[in-house]
Every structure is written in structure tokens, then in C-alpha cells.
């Protein structure tokens, strides 16, 4: 977890190439999350750096870094700090949700749900969790305390929307985005409103962001579920198929079934529930979904996501800055894993 151990050397190497210009930062915002994580009791010490390791495209620290740009200060201690105390709520996320979702990998390794067992991992996504909100609670301005803890019970609340609207396939896109924004996008916006606050930007620049923020994180959880159904887990690395596995209604599907007339949306609708618990039903499912137009219609969606982000971007001078934070919105639109 130090320096130049070699889990930081791999994990140095993983920051996607578009942040090169943010690698000094990050490795602020590294030191940070490390020095947050490094009282662990000995008993927790490797299963909390296991669940670092989960960490992979630095995206939300980058948005946070780059937000403090803009707002002037740029990367300070208090920067940092927040940067860190997302990234961990974001890692603590992870760890319950890969507990849910009964997944094995994640990030290329076993999930701590699969190394560890349940109980354990319950436990350490809670030491996490809280670690993030004792290094935030000690910073002098108490905005980050305040408004993360409105944040994180808006992931809780989309993830118990998620589970109560599980084996509905009458599911609404309505419902759906109200679910991900939750789960989702609520905690990109997060990242960077931290940034801009902490960084002493205006009220302007904290709404602009934040618009930016949601409508990426909005793109990212309709890409990532698109890549649950349709992904390679060699490319991705990290368990695939579990929303189905659950029945989950994700957009391909809400927008497939939506496109069938009254006479096909019975049989539609069958499909679909046998999709949950049959692989071959699945699998018929997902080529049918492909050559019927929903997955294009599902990325069509996502792009309008991005292009609402990048509206939300016109409202900044032009800078560096700006232009780092559209090809980011790129990026999460041709991503692969
Ligand atoms: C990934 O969804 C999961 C989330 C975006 C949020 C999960 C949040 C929780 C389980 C609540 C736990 C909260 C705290 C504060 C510890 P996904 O399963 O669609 O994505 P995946 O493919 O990456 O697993
Ligand atoms: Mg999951």
C-alpha cells in the first residue's frame, strides 16, 4: 500500500491514459487514501487493501482534482482529502454491492465476498465506509460531512429501489433512471461538487459541475449495464450477467420490451422471465436484444447522456480543464471494461 510497493508501481499504471495530466494529483489523492486506510487493525489490514486494489479508472478523484482547477485552488491537502473520501465511499459501495450481486471477480481479482466469505466482507465495506467519514468529518469546513451523508442515502435508496423493483418487467425507464441516478450518478455528481467546493469555486461553477457530473454518471451506469449483458468478463474483469441472474430490468430490455406492439409484449415479457432463470432463455434474450435495435437504442441513450454533459460543460470558459472533463465524457462512452 506505500510508495513504491508493488501493488502502487500496477496500480500506478492502470490511471487510463487520458489522466496523464492528473497523475501528480492522483498521487496526492493516493497518499491520502492510503493515510486514511493505514490505521486498519492488523486482523482487517489485507482485506482492506485487497478492496483498494477495486479502484481502477480513477475517475471520480480525476473529476474532483480537475473541479478544484477550475475553481482555482487546485489540488490542496483538503482537495485531496475529499478526492479520497469519495473514491473510499465509492470502494466501500463496491464491496456490498459485490456481496448482492453475488459476484466473484472484480477488478481482474476474487471479490472479498469470495475470498473472505459474506460476514467479513459486510464488515469491511462498513470499516471502509466509516474510515472515508472520520477523515471527512475532521476537516474544518463540514460541508463534505454534511452533504456526503445526503449523497450516500441516495445510493442506499437506489439500491433498495433496485432490489424492490427486481422481477417487475413492466419496469418503467422512468424507474430505472431514478435508480441509477441513485446508485450512480448521485455519487459522480458528488466528486465533483466536493471539488469545486473544496477548491473555493462559486455557486455557478458547483451547478455546472454538478449537471456535468450527473448526466456522466447517468452515461456510465446505462454503458455499464449495457456491458453486463453484452460484455467479454475477460475484457471487463469483473463478473457479468448478474443483473438478469437477479432480475434486474436494465435499459436494453426496459427499451426492448417498450418497442413491442400489444399482440408480441406477452410473449416478450416471457421471454424476459425465463431470461432470469434459464441461460439459454438468456442468451436468446441478448441476440434478440442486439438484432432487434435495443442495444443500439441503449447507446444512443447513453450518448445523450454524455451530450447533456458536455451542455453542462459550455457554461465554463474554455481551459484545459474543461476540455480534460469532455473527453472523459467520451471515454465512459467507448469504454470496454
Ligand atoms: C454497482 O452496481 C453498485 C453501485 C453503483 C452502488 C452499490 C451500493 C451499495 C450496495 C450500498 C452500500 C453502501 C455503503 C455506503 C457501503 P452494479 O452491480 O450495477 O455494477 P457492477 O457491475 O460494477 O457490480
Ligand atoms: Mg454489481
Request: aromatic content about 4%; charged content about 30%; glycine content about 6%.
Amino acid at each position: 500500500m506505500h510508495g513504491s510497493s508493488p501493488t502502487s508501481r500496477s496500480r500506478r499504471s492502470d490511471i487510463p491514459r487520458i489522466l496523464e495530466p492528473l497523475r501528480e494529483d492522483l498521487e496526492l489523492v493516493g497518499v491520502k487514501y492510503r493515510q486514511i486506510l493505514s490505521d486498519a487493525s492488523r486482523e482487517s489490514r489485507d482485506m482492506v487493501r485487497h478492496a483498494a486494489r477495486f479502484n481502477g479508472k480513477r475517475l471520480r478523484p480525476a473529476m474532483t482534482c480537475i473541479a478544484a482547477r477550475l475553481a482555482g485552488s487546485g489540488i490542496t491537502s483538503d482537495v485531496a482529502t475529499v478526492a479520497a473520501v469519495v473514491e473510499l465511499i465509492h470502494t466501500a459501495t463496491l464491496v456490498h454491492d459485490d456481496i448482492l450481486d453475488g459476484a466473484e471477480v472484480r477488478r481482474r481479482v476474487a471479490t472479498l465476498n469470495t475470498r473472505w466469505g459474506d460476514h467479513a466482507a459486510v464488515l469491511v465495506g462498513d470499516v471502509l465506509f466509516s474510515k472515508a467519514y472520520r477523515a471527512a468529518a475532521y476537516l474544518q469546513d463540514p460541508f463534505a460531512s454534511r452533504y456526503l451523508s445526503d449523497v450516500v442515502a441516495k445510493v442506499l435508496e437506489g439500491e433498495i429501489h433496485q432490489d424492490i423493483a427486481a422481477h417487475n418487467p413492466s419496469l418503467p425507464e422512468s424507474a430505472y433512471r431514478q435508480i441509477i441516478r441513485g446508485k450512480t450518478a448521485a455519487l459522480y455528481e458528488a466528486a465533483v461538487t466536493v471539488g469545486a467546493h473544496y477548491g473555493s469555486g462559486d455557486e455557478a461553477l458547483k451547478t455546472a459541475l454538478g449537471r456535468y457530473g450527473h448526466h456522466l454518471g447517468m452515461a456510465f451506469q446505462i454503458v455499464d449495464d449495457r456491458l453486463d449483458l453484452t460484455g467479454d468478463e475477460d475484457t471487463v474483469g469483473k463478473s457479468l450477467g448478474t443483473d438478469l441472474n437477479e432480475g434486474k430490468m436494465t435499459l436494453p430490455t426496459i427499451l426492448w420490451l417498450a418497442a413491442k406492439d400489444a399482440e408480441e409484449q406477452p410473449a416478450a415479457r416471457a421471454l424476459i422471465e425465463r431470461a432470469w432463470q434459464d441461460p439459454e432463455a438468456a442468451l436468446e434474450l441478448r441476440r434478440r436484444l442486439d438484432s432487434e435495435g435495443a442495444l443500439d437504442r441503449t447507446d444512443a441513450v447513453a450518448r445523450e447522456e454524455i451530450n447533456e454533459a458536455m451542455a453542462a460543460l459550455e457554461a465554463l470558459p474554455k481551459s484545459p480543464e474543461r476540455d480534460l472533463l469532455a473527453t472523459i465524457a467520451g471515454f465512459v462512452t467507448s469504454r470496454t471494461r
